[in-house]
Structure formats: structure tokens, C-alpha cells
């Protein structure tokens, strides 16, 4: 029911276990187009009630809790009574109080492992978690030491910015890369910017989620548009110095796709510091 918990699903080799998948938000990663294209797609964001149970599935998974809201998949304790168990990822769970303080990407191996014991494909799901802890342990080493430099994660919109605060997956991928988060002090995953706070703070690097979706200020090249020209968001140095490091949106949230956003800004904090 989005498309960081198909991916997972796809990964983990179940395309054939899938009634149906829905909300995608990124062109699906190239190693996985083949089994994705074998998935009934549902609907272009959340499918109806009443269409996602014609499909009768067996168990209901999603990395977002707007997947069990009432216009989309309902509830999952009203699922339960239907005989439809559902998965919510914990980063997202309905009740606050459980989400963890940060996310981190041990909590991301703990879901890859839970829906392959689900599967009954727990050799697949070792697998897979140890590919992604290798490469995060590799991608750690990739930014240049002794960096000095505050990160700005800019995930939509252009009047009200979403900026990554510190407990989401941008901060923890922020202090693995040893970069300052510019919203650090803000405890929330995300929070409404607006230009005239972010001009005083004046981030070094701007790392833009490139979502494809088509809403305002989604795209990268969309953001940058909007930053060139706007007369606040254009005095910025990052702006003015092109210090962008563009990421898949998906990868900003944690997902199959989360070490690759911490290589991906690795790498691209070496190229304008290293």
C-alpha cells in the first residue's frame, strides 16, 4: 500500500504473493522493474475500501499510516475483524508514543526480516539485510572527514517547504555522514519551513527529494526552478554556490532505498568538499 513497502516485498523475491500494489511515488528502482510490472497496480495513490478487499487479500502492508485511514484501507484494528491482518511499519505507527525518538536503520532490518518471516522466506530476508548493512557501513566512510557544513533535506511544496527535522531518517543519515542537520532542534520527522526562517539559518547544502508524483515543488528540477527565482530562497548560499544533492524522495523515508540516500549524499558531499 505505497511503494517503500512494495519494494521491500519485490526485494524479498514475492512478486507472486502480491494481490495488488498502489501509491507510487518514484520510477520503481531497475532491478526490481521486471517483478513490479507482474503486480496489478490498484490505483495511482490509495485504492478505495471497496476495491482493495474485492481483491480479497490475505494480509495488508504498509510503510505509512495514511494507508489505514478511513477513505483508504481503513483501519487496521476494523482489517483484523475481517480476518485481514495489516503491517504498519513502527516509524509511522498511529500511536506517537511508539514511534522510536530517531529513526534508525537497524529498525529498517528489524521490518525487512519481519515480512520475510511473514513470507516464510526468512533466508531471502538475512540476505538482503546483510547487502544493505555492508554497503551502509561503506557509504559511512564516503563524506569527507572533519566536514564542516549544515544540510538542509527539502522534501516538497515551495510556499510551505517540508524540511526534515532531526528524528526522521535525514537527520540519522546527516550525523552517520558527520554533516549538521539545519533543523536539528526541531524534534519533529518533518516541519512546515518557510523561507524567512531558512534564509536566517542559511544551510550550506540543500539536498532535494526528486518525487515524480507531479504535486507543487515536487520535482528537483521543480525546486530549483523555484529557488533560482524566488527572492528569499535565491540569496541562499547553497543556492547562489549550486550546492544541490538530489536523492529519490522514497529514499528519505526509511525504505529499501534509505542506503543508497546515505551514499548518494555521501558522495555528493565529496564532490563540493572533498
Not at 521486471?34 to 510503510?63: C, H, N, T, W
Not at 551502509?136 to 533535506?153: G, I, Q, R, Y
Request: net charge negative.
Amino acid at each position: 500500500m505505497e511503494q517503500n513497502a512494495a519494494e521491500i516485498m519485490l526485494s524479498l523475491g514475492l512478486a507472486d504473493r502480491m494481490a495488488g500494489t498502489a501509491y507510487q511515488t518514484d520510477p520503481v528502482l531497475p532491478a526490481l522493474e521486471a517483478s513490479y510490472a507482474q503486480v496489478p497496480v490498484l490505483a495511482r495513490q490509495y485504492p478505495g475500501r471497496e476495491a482493495l478487499l474485492g481483491k480479497k487479500p490475505d494480509f495488508i502492508y504498509s510503510m505509512r499510516a495514511s494507508a489505514f485511514a478511513p477513505e483508504a484501507a481503513g483501519s487496521r484494528q476494523d482489517l483484523a475483524k475481517l480476518g485481514i491482518p495489516a503491517y504498519l511499519s513502527s516509524n509511522d505507527c498511529e500511536d506517537r508514543t511508539l514511534i522510536p525518538a530517531r529513526a534508525e536503520f537497524d529498525a529498517i532490518f528489524t521490518e525487512i526480516g519481519d515480512i520475510a518471516e511473514i513470507f516464510r522466506v526468512p533466508g531471502r530476508g538475512r540476505e538482503v539485510v546483510s547487502d544493505l548493512r555492508r554497503r551502509l557501513e561503506e557509504a559511512k566512510h564516503s563524506a569527507p572527514k572533519d566536514l564542516d557544513a549544515s544540510v538542509m533535506w527539502y522534501y516538497s511544496g515551495t510556499r510551505t517547504p517540508a524540511i526534515a527535522g532531526d528524528t526522521g531518517l535525514p537527520g540519522t543519515i546527516s550525523r552517520l555522514l558527520g554533516a549538521r542537520n539545519a533543523f536539528a532542534d526541531v524534534t519533529q520527522q518533518w516541519t512546515e519551513g518557510n523561507w524567512e526562517a531558512i534564509a536566517e539559518r542559511d544551510p550550506d547544502v540543500i539536498v532535494l527529494a526528486d518525487l515524480t508524483r507531479g504535486g507543487d515543488g515536487d520535482s528537483a528540477e521543480a525546486k530549483k526552478e523555484f529557488l533560482r527565482k524566488d527572492p528569499v530562497a535565491s540569496k541562499l548560499e547553497a543556492v547562489k554556490k549550486d550546492r544541490f544533492i538530489v536523492v529519490p524522495g522514497s529514499s528519505m523515508d526509511p525504505s529499501i532505498r534509505s542506503v543508497t540516500a546515505v551514499e548518494q549524499v555521501g558522495q555528493g558531499l565529496a564532490r563540493l568538499y572533498g
